[in-house]
């Protein structure tokens, strides 16, 4: 099974700063057929189920900020908060969908400093 | 509107058994991967299976080998989940979320139900 990392655990930023969370994923998920990273990210307040914020490494589900961002190409990937709001709390989580047996990161929790 | 409507959580005895349904509206259903996820109490998210639209394909995570099933009514827009030889370590909130339209298209995990609360204990 592939296995995801992510670092920081946590972090502390101050609001309008911005934040950065790293992925990494134990083998490529990159699918050379269609060069797309089959990488995505979600974020998950208490209380509630995780919400979908990038897909394919990068590009930005519908409805989400565009000061959420996301990069990175084949086993190496960043999801950026570039400017963070309080609403932006949350546990932060990475997934590969690559192989049919999906595996989640360990998630970075963002608090405000 | 998607909605996924998770139920049949509670509290079971170690190796007990339960099923968990999941209620899907507001999209074909039949036109969709199908997956559990778990999460134990203050922990993260965990995958537990996945199955495909006609149900002819079925994936799960090692942990469950052989305990858990995976399948689903395409007529009744419903997915389950059946849980044997639970164990403590099987307690957590359950979600139900929708896949993919098919293995390759972009998006996973773009709607979750709410979660339903496994307890293994005696």
């Known amino acids: 099974d592939i296995v995801m990392t992510q670092s920081p655990d946590s972090l502390a930023v101050s609001l309008g700063e911005r934040a950065t969370i790293n992925c990494k994923s134990s083998q490529s998920v990159l699918y050379s057929s269609n060069n797309k990273n089959y990488l995505a990210w979600y974020q998950q307040k208490p209380g509630q189920p995780p919400k979908l914020l990038i897909y394919w490494a990068s590009t930005r589900e519908s409805g989400v900020p565009d000061r959420f961002s996301g990069s990175g190409s084949g086993t190496d990937f960043t999801l950026t908060i570039s400017s963070l709001q309080a609403e932006d709390v949350a546990v932060y989580y990475c997934l590969q969908y690559y192989s049919t047996r999906f595996t989640f990161g360990p998630g970075t929790k963002v608090d405000i400093k | 509107e998607v909605q996924l409507v998770e139920s049949g959580g509670g509290l079971v005895q170690p190796g007990g058994s339960l099923r968990l349904s999941c209620a899907a509206s507001g999209f074909t259903f039949s036109s969709y991967w199908m997956s559990w996820v778990r999460q134990a109490p203050g922990k993260g998210l965990e995958w537990v299976a996945n199955i495909k639209q006609d149900g002819s394909e079925k994936y799960d995570v090692d942990s469950v080998k052989g305990r858990f099933t995976i399948s689903r009514d395409n007529a009744k827009n419903s997915l389950y989940l059946q849980m044997n030889s639970l164990r403590a370590e099987d307690t957590a909130i359950y979600y139900c979320?929708?896949?993919?339209?098919?293995?390759?298209?972009?998006?996973?995990?773009?709607?979750w139900g709410q979660g339903t609360l496994v307890t293994v204990s005696s």
């Open positions: 979320a929708r896949g993919q339209a098919a293995v390759g298209t972009p998006k996973l995990f773009d709607y």
